[in-house]
């Protein structure tokens, strides 16, 4: 397959506070040298784009260094925390906003989906609005007219076409954005993170369009998700961003294995140096989370059983008197139970005790969970406590493509029995 869109040594730089160099002279300076195709001479080194950071210069990264191909039919997934530089990334992509130094060579057509009613005139109906995004985007009006029932069909608002768009809800709108931006016919598709704010219906519908567009017509598609889900379902390969920076580039489970690994070395697994969590009573060796019957590299999925593994030496002579209990919270510190070896029977032994527990398949909701650790003496006193223990994040990334993809309320997935009475 041919190259249909490389970047090459692209970065963009922000000066915080001030807009231009603060001075008319230093501004048609840097305009001097632009137009004659030299670097600008106020481009100053700059501090990476890390908002956690205390930083002294006045010129922040948002981008540094990208480069990658894209070849045609692919889909990439670009993944990455917020404030990586996806956004960015993509805005320069679709022409939004320039570069600061870097080049984009690209064949064809860009069509992108930014923002919700990004390119729509308020004061505009619907259907004005399809006209407007459709010239924008280079096609003639023979073009448009040809694709406009089939757009005003898949967005769904067929009744309000004629409304202005400032009427729409936020919901009416990304619909109709996205069917103008799919159905126009674009070599490359640009969609950030829009289809979170459509209906369960839309978001089957939208996906569903993207693969017809990659794999039936054989276009590009640019995706930027936080939903490691439809990562995983739809792209080929994916590119991780960190501080503006390419950290992965690769297949798209490694990629979203690496992302959401974040920058522990190890994963799913937490081991204990010697007398760091001991006591004379007991000391506490290793902690492993995986899905059960899978490696310990790999992310943990909501669709199959989850094992959490507790490694722990007890050294009482009377250890039937001691058992294990956890308390879990959600990434807001929302305390959402707790669980303990005694409420299953167990009973602890001297010397090594290796304890499995294990979840269910689709009890947990995709996200990430905190593990306080309590050993309880005599069910009635907490021997020792150790707050957020462990962490670990749980992914949907095996739901089969086609049925709702978004979060469902709550943070865990109960399995009812039900049953239908005559």
């Avoid at 979203?256 to 060796?285: A, H, M, Q, W």
């Avoid at 303990?340 to 294990?358: H, P, V």
């Avoid at 990430?368 to 907490?382: C, M, W």
Wanted: charged share 25%; proline share 2%; hydrophobic share 35%.
């Amino acid at each position: 397959m041919d190259v249909i869109l490389k970047i090459e040594n692209l970065s963009k730089q922000y000066r915080l506070g001030l807009v231009g160099t603060g001075t008319l002279s230093d501004d048609l300076k840097r305009w001097w040298y632009k137009i004659r195709g030299k670097e600008d001479p106020f481009l100053k080194i700059g501090d990476i784009n890390d908002r956690s950071l205390s930083q002294d210069s006045d010129y922040v990264w948002a981008l540094q260094d990208i480069n990658f191909d894209v070849r045609e039919g692919e889909v990439i997934g670009i993944i990455g925390k917020n404030g990586a530089g996806k956004s960015t990334l993509l805005k320069i992509l679709s022409r939004v906003t320039s570069p600061t130094t870097g080049e984009i060579k690209t064949k064809g057509r860009i069509a992108s989906l930014l923002e919700v009613g990004t390119g729509f005139h308020p004061e505009l109906t619907g259907k004005e609005n399809i006209y407007l995004n459709g010239a924008i985007l280079g096609m003639t009006k023979a073009e448009i007219k040809s694709k406009e029932s089939e757009i005003i069909h898949f967005s769904g608002c067929n009744r309000y076409i004629d409304t202005p768009v400032k009427r729409y809800s936020s919901g009416m709108r990304v619909r109709l954005a996205f069917a103008v931006a799919a159905f126009l016919e674009p070599d490359i598709l640009v969609i950030d993170e829009v289809l979170a704010v459509g209906d369960a219906d839309f978001q089957k519908k939208a996906i569903g369009k993207m693969q017809d567009i990659s794999k039936g017509e054989g276009r590009t598609v640019l995706f930027v998700s936080h939903n490691m889900a439809a990562v995983k379902s739809l792209c080929t390969r994916a590119v991780v961003l960190e501080h503006g920076k390419i950290v992965f580039s690769g297949n798209t489970d490694e990629a979203v294995s690496y992302y959401l690994k974040g920058d522990s070395k190890t994963n799913n697994i937490k081991t204990f140096n010697r007398n760091e969590i001991e006591t004379p009573l007991f000391s506490l060796n290793k902690l492993v989370i995986k899905n059960k019957g899978r490696g310990l590299e790999e992310t943990i999925s909501e669709n199959l059983n989850i094992d959490l593994m507790t490694c722990i030496d007890i050294k009482s002579d009377t250890p039937e008197r001691y058992h294990v209990t956890y308390h879990l919270y959600n990434e807001i510190g929302d305390a959402l139970f707790s669980f303990s070896s005694a409420r299953g029977g167990l009973k602890l032994r001297q010397g090594e005790n290796n304890i499995c527990c294990t979840f269910p398949k689709d009890f947990f909701q995709s996200g990430e969970y905190y593990l306080t650790f309590f050993l309880i003496e005599d069910r009635k006193r907490a021997h020792y406590i150790e707050k957020d223990i462990m962490n670990f994040t749980v992914i949907d990334a095996e739901r089969e493509l086609g049925v709702y993809f978004g979060r469902e309320p709550g943070y865990i997935r109960p399995n009812f029995k039900w049953e239908l009475h005559d």
